[in-house]
Nanobody, 123 residues
Framework: APQLAESGGGSVQAGGSLTLSCTATGFSNSGYCMAWFRQVAGKEREGVAGIGSDGTPTYGNSVRGRFTVSRAFNTLSLQMNLLRPEDTAMYYC???????????????????WGQGTQVTVSS
């Protein structure tokens, strides 16, 4: 079964940087979208950045210019610079599930999720 494993979260002061990584396994091919979402307790999960099946990146308005998403085969990375306290959240890696996915972002339908990695930015 498809699985996603995140790493790289942690605590940093405002203005600092972190890099998240996500490795996907169990997929039959590489032509699927991948993305990062984040969620704060009590709020809806929001799309942060992703890469479409054609390699086109998508960014949320609040992170554009500060975060960079990249992909190398089955590994998705998120370089986060100039971090702000409002970036504090649980970050989830997601992969496209074109049949059963229920979360849309960047033109893709996501249904496979990692366990999440916490990012905490202090002021």
């Amino acid at each position: 079964a498809p699985q996603l494993a995140e790493s790289g979260g942690g605590s940093v002061q405002a203005g600092g940087s972190l890099t998240l990584s996500c490795t996907a396994t169990g997929f039959s091919n590489s032509g699927y979208c991948m993305a990062w979402f984040r969620q704060v307790a009590g709020k809806e999960r929001e799309g942060v950045a992703g890469i479409g099946s054609d390699g086109t990146p998508t960014y949320g308005n609040s992170v554009r210019g500060r975060f960079t998403v990249s992909r190398a085969f089955n590994t998705l990375s998120l370089q986060m610079n100039l971090l702000r306290p409002e970036d504090t959240a649980m970050y989830y890696c997601a992969a496209e599930d074109s049949v059963y996915g229920r979360t849309w972002y960047g033109g893709c339908r996501f249904g496979f999720w990692g366990q999440g990695t916490q990012v905490t930015v202090s002021s």
